[in-house]
C-alpha cells in the first residue's frame, strides 16, 4: 500500500471530532501555545505524552528519543530546553521512562558498532560498572526495570546540570524537574521521588552511583490517593486495626 490516505481521512475525522465539542479549538491553539510542562520521554510508540498525561494539544512541549537519554552535548536536546524555559516559561520538566524499555534493554546486551550503541554508552557504561549488583537483583525483567528506573534518574541529574537550567535557578525561575516511569502493563506513570527544583536541592541528590544499592519506591497515583486517604484518617485511627481485621492475639482461655 503505497497511499497514507487513510492517514488523512482519520486527520479529518480527529479535527471534525474536535470542533464539534469545542468550535474554537483550533483558533485558540493557533494563535499560541501556553504548556506548563515539557515532557522528556522515550521515542517508544506506546507512549505518547498527552494521551499518558490526558491532555490536549497545547498543553505539554515534547521531547523523545531512545531511552530518554539526555546527552549534554545534543544541540537537539538543548535546544528544546532552551525554548521551553527561556521562551515557553515551562514550570516544569518531566524525565519520564518506561519499563521494559528496548532501549535500555539494549544497553545491558553485548552487542556493539551501531549507532545505537553510541547512543546508549553513558547508560551501557553505568549498568557494565554497576553489573555484578544488577546480578543480584533477581531475573533479567527485574533487573531490566530497576535500569529503567535509573536510567530516569540519571537523565534527571544530566538536565538538572545543563548550564540552561542551572542559569534558570540563579536567576530565580520557578523551575522543577520530575522523575517518572510508566508501567505499559496498567497504563500508569509512578514517581520516583527525586524532584529538584534548586541547585541546592541538585546538590543533595545522592550520586547515581549511590541509588544502584538504594530501594527505590515509585509512587503510582493509586497508591498516591490511597496514602492520601489514611493520612486524612490521623494517627489516632490508624492505632487500633480495622474492625473487620482478625485480632492476632490468641483468645483468652
Ligand atoms: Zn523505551
Not at 516511569?181 to 543533595?204: F, K, P
Amino acid at each position: 500500500m503505497r497511499s497514507l490516505d487513510h492517514l488523512f481521512d482519520r486527520n479529518v475525522a480527529w479535527a471534525d471530532r474536535k470542533t464539534e465539542q469545542d468550535p474554537t479549538f483550533f483558533r485558540r491553539l493557533s494563535e499560541q501555545q501556553a504548556p506548563q510542562y515539557l515532557w522528556i520521554g522515550c521515542s517508544d510508540s506506546r507512549i505518547t505524552a498527552n494521551d499518558v498525561l490526558g491532555l490536549d494539544p497545547g498543553e505539554v512541549f515534547v521531547h523523545r528519543n531512545i531511552a530518554n537519554i539526555v546527552h549534554t552535548s545534543d544541540m537537539n536536546i538543548l535546544a528544546v530546553l532552551e525554548y521551553a524555559i527561556e521562551v515557553l516559561r515551562v514550570r516544569h520538566i518531566i524525565v519520564s521512562g518506561h519499563y521494559g524499555c528496548g532501549g535500555v534493554q539494549r544497553a545491558m546486551a553485548e552487542e556493539r558498532g551501531a549507532l545505537v550503541d553510541h547512543w546508549l554508552q553513558p547508560l551501557s557504561m553505568f549498568y557494565r560498572k554497576h553489573r555484578p549488583l544488577f546480578d543480584g537483583m533477581g531475573e533479567a525483567p527485574q533487573q531490566l526495570n530497576r535500569l529503567c528506573e535509573l536510567n530516569v534518574e540519571m537523565q534527571l541529574r544530566r538536565v538538572a546540570a545543563t548550564p540552561i537550567v542551572e542559569g534558570a535557578w540563579l536567576r530565580g525561575v520557578e523551575l522543577h524537574l520530575h522523575g517518572w516511569i510508566y508501567g505499559m502493563h496498567d497504563g500508569l506513570l509512578r514517581d520516583l521521588g527525586a524532584t529538584v527544583a534548586s541547585i541546592e536541592e541538585r546538590d543533595a541528590l545522592p550520586s547515581i552511583d549511590q541509588r544502584v544499592t538504594q530501594r527505590s519506591e515509585p509512587l503510582s497515583p493509586r497508591r498516591r490517593h490511597a496514602l492520601e486517604a489514611f493520612s486524612a484518617l490521623g494517627l489516632a485511627d490508624m492505632a487500633s486495626p480495622p474492625c473487620c481485621m482478625p485480632s492476632l492475639e490468641k483468645p483468652p482461655k
